[in-house]
T-cell receptor, first 112, second 110 residues
Framework: GAGVSQSPSNKVTEKGKDVELRCDPISGHTALYWYRQRLGQGLEFLIYFQGNSAPDKSGLPSDRFSAERTGESVSTLTIQRTQQEDSAVYLC??????????FGSGTRLTVV | RKEVEQDPGPFNVPEGATVAFNCTYSNSASQSFFWYRQDCRKEPKLLMSVYSSGNEDGRFTAQLNRASQYISLLIRDSKLSDSATYLCVVNGEGYQKVTFGIGTKLQVIP
């Protein structure tokens, strides 16, 4: 597609439930990032995929968080047993070899 | 030391003022640099790349100082619509992971 697409745009879930967030990057973009942004805060790096290399998971805050990406296509971020502190906007960005990062409009997650 | 450091502000400036932000980076091997703009409750968007020789886009000027390892963004004749958070972005060569700064908040007041 023309841009990075994220779904759902908004998600309200009950504490303890699992959620899955989806990112559809720009076609041909080899790099894909997930970030978390809490209200009024900066971007918090979560995970980085580059082609078929092993992902950089150094930013994942706990083992409740996981992400997958098959090749250079769609990525899913899964949060298990959600907690209230997981409430944030989850942003996905893609780029081609480190140039021109394009963000999706994000998924606003609210855990009640 | 953080990989990329920015003063979070806020910078409150009157319309028409000139304002400058700096961003320092720790990795001397960093290759490419960008400024992004993020409006409230929106995703970040590319404002401009930063070239070694410095570059200008209308009222915006970006500069790189490799010796001191910082980049800067100068905004002249500030407009109300410039109010946003400005994110500094630093990248290594090719496939290295990009690093975003925390952002500097600018508020232009009438």
């Amino acid at each position: 597609g023309a841009g990075v697409s994220q779904s759902p745009s908004n998600k309200v879930t009950e504490k303890g439930k699992d959620v899955e967030l989806r990112c559809d990057p720009i076609s041909g973009h080899t790099a894909l990032y997930w970030y978390r942004q809490r209200l009024g805060q900066g971007l918090e790096f979560l995970i980085y995929f580059q082609g078929n290399s092993a992902p950089d998971k150094s930013g994942l805050p706990s083992d409740r968080f996981s992400a997958e990406r098959t090749g250079e296509s769609v990525s899913t971020l899964t949060i298990q047993r959600t907690q209230q502190e997981d409430s944030a906007v989850y942003l996905c960005a893609s780029s081609l070899a480190g140039y021109g990062y394009t963000f999706g409009s994000g998924t606003r997650l609210t855990v009640v | 030391r953080k990989e990329v450091e920015q003063d979070p502000g806020p910078f409150n400036v009157p319309e028409g003022a000139t304002v400058a932000f700096n961003c320092t980076y720790s990795n001397s091997a960093s290759q490419s640099f960008f400024w992004y703009r993020q409006d409230c409750r929106k995703e970040p968007k590319l404002l401009m790349s930063v070239y070694s020789s410095g570059n200008e886009d209308g009222r915006f000027t970006a500069q790189l100082n490799r010796a001191s390892q910082y980049i800067s963004l100068l905004i002249r004749d500030s407009k109300l619509s410039d109010s946003a958070t400005y994110l500094c972005v630093v990248n290594g060569e090719g496939y290295q992971k990009v690093t975003f700064g925390i952002g500097t908040k600018l508020q232009v007041i009438p």
